[in-house]
């Protein structure tokens, strides 16, 4: 059976090698000069391709239509994608939050091992091809057509072109434009896993600074919580990012226009009553200094100053002379710092696209389409994704290895 796959990423790869692998004749068609160039750029180029946690728990880490994944989920684990970089020789270790990653710390290593499986398999790789349509008659997939107008004949076609995130590494959102020539409905698209803007000006001030093991919650201008997180953080020049920002702004998406306000607790192993008691401790330390130089046992440098600012406190008083409410507000700060939040970074800083081909559309034991018999859809282009972990590489592969085991069966 011929197989053409249309993207050369983590799912592409993945469905092509195990395609060719059941002996089908595969032609994978990539638009880049090289194969998995988002792969290699992930997880800042050391690649977290996967959660070392059972398919369970990956579930309840997909906010995006989870129930879809439990069959290929099962039928390529988190295990498997161990067991298969390790085939290859990319040795894994686990770090924080159950985190996958290559031993070597190399994104590439991941990106290599999948173009190895594909090639020992036998599929053929296409460089510098793009895909400009899909040829469909009578409901069947009948193959595709490239950019300079070479028709290729198939008789399966699966679609791993990814979303829209990271446009620069060639998601332009080409999948979606097939699904909906293929009559297939695609969901909204919204940039997910990204940083936050902020049009607080103590941002730009704290830029570089990490705030580690503290906790967060969002909430949005009726006062109610639509996000909490325990874990890192750190402020950009346009707002904040690190991993549990990454994580919240999939709980924001569109809701921005809210009023979304976010609160950080920078103590979040004390409570109000035993803050006020180790600074009153602080104080005593420092009782003959000002508020400014008296602080320091307690925060990082640079938070300070924003910390003092927003107490409406003379950060040249001195400690001998503070109050017991001016220590409340104080403490209040440290417990919740209210950082206004405007909106997301957009697609170009996005690790994933939430959104996509509509799942009620996709048969999800084998990927293939309920409208068009032949045409298969795997990794970001569905209406399926995770928070940040490693999930959504996982969803990649599952989804991927789904459509090359099931591509030809009747």
């Not at 599929?123 to 300079?148: F, M, N, P, Q, S």
């Not at 028709?151 to 999948?175: M, Q």
């Amino acid at each position: 059976m011929r197989v053409a796959v249309i993207g050369a990423g983590a799912a592409g790869m993945i469905a092509a090698g195990r395609a060719a692998q059941r002996g089908h004749i595969v032609d994978v068609y990539e638009k880049n000069g090289f194969v998995g160039k988002k792969i290699r750029i992930t997880g800042k180029g050391r690649c977290n391709m996967t959660n070392a946690s059972d398919p369970e728990e990956h579930i309840a880490n997909t906010p995006g239509n989870p129930y879809f994944m439990y069959s290929a989920l099962y039928r390529f684990t988190p295990s498997d994608t161990v067991s298969l970089m390790e085939s290859f020789g990319v040795a894994t270790k686990v770090e924080r939050g159950k985190r996958v990653f290559p031993v070597s710390d190399r994104a590439a290593d991941v990106a290599e091992a999948l173009l190895k499986y594909m090639k020992k398999n036998g599929a053929r790789l296409h460089l510098e091809k793009t895909v400009r349509e899909l040829t469909i008659k009578e409901g069947h997939i009948t193959g595709l057509v490239l950019e300079d107008g070479k028709r290729i004949e198939a008789d399966a076609v699966i679609v791993a072109t990814g979303g829209l995130s990271f446009p620069k590494t060639g998601s332009t959102g080409d999948g979606y434009r097939f699904a909906r020539a293929a009559g297939h409905r695609v969901t909204p698209l919204y940039p997910s896993l990204v940083p936050i803007r902020s049009d607080e000006p103590f941002c730009a001030s704290l830029m570089g600074l990490s705030l580690k093991n503290c906790a967060i919650v969002i909430k949005n201008g009726k006062g109610k919580a639509v996000y909490k997180d325990f874990g890192e953080m750190l402020f950009t020049h346009f707002g904040v990012s690190g991993p549990m920002i990454l994580s919240a702004s999939r709980a924001l998406l569109n809701r921005y226009d809210e009023d979304m306000t976010l609160y950080i607790d920078m103590k979040p192993a004390l409570d109000m009553k035993e803050l006020d008691a180790r600074l009153l401790k602080d104080f005593e330390k420092y009782i003959n200094k000002d508020l400014k130089n008296a602080l320091n046992d307690l925060l990082p440098q640079k938070m300070i100053p924003v910390i003092i600012e927003k107490s409406g406190i003379d950060e040249n008083k001195k400690i001998h002379d503070i109050t017991k409410e001016e220590r409340r507000i104080l403490c209040g700060l440290i417990k919740g710092l209210p950082v206004r939040l405007t909106g997301s970074s957009g697609f170009d800083e996005a690790v994933v696209t939430s959104g996509g081909v509509d799942t009620d559309e996709i048969d999800p034991s084998t990927m293939e389409s309920r409208l068009v018999k032949g045409l298969y859809f795997a990794g970001e282009v569905l209406d399926v994704d995770a928070y940040t972990g490693g999930f959504n590489l996982q969803i990649a592969f599952s989804t991927g290895y789904a459509a090359g085991e099931s591509v030809g069966e009747e």
